[in-house]
């Protein structure tokens, strides 16, 4: 059996899941948050998962794509950007809201 390199993870889609990292614990015990700093740090990886993500939208008439947290804004765009939505016409509007209360 071969090992597969890190390489090959760019591109497998289930392999991608090596770019995510657990750090449990945070931001309070019992808590396990998902690191994507090693996704974003690494251009074709990155790439595939944007990828994946907006193939899964094409031919659906998507005309919004929302963002939720900060990771969630980070995707959003390029998504937005692989759908063609922002050549449609004028740019997308920004809106900001409220934090969440708890």
Do not use: C, H
């Not at 690494?42 to 929302?66: C, K, S, T, Y």
């Not at 963002?67 to 809106?95: C, D, K, N």
Request: aromatic content about 8%; cysteine-free; proline content about 9%.
């Amino acid at each position: 059996m071969t090992r597969r390199s890190r390489a090959d993870a760019r591109t497998d889609p289930s392999e991608l899941k090596s770019f995510i990292r657990d750090i449990p614990d945070f931001p309070s015990p019992g808590i396990v948050f998902k690191d994507i700093t090693p996704l974003l740090g690494d251009q074709q990886a990155f790439a595939r998962v944007i990828d994946l993500i907006a193939e899964r939208f094409v031919g659906l008439n998507v005309n919004r794509v929302v963002g939720i947290e900060a990771r969630g804004f980070i995707i959003a765009a390029p998504v937005a950007y692989r759908l063609a939505l922002w050549l449609r016409g004028s740019p997308p509007q920004v809106r900001a809201a409220a934090p969440a209360q708890r």
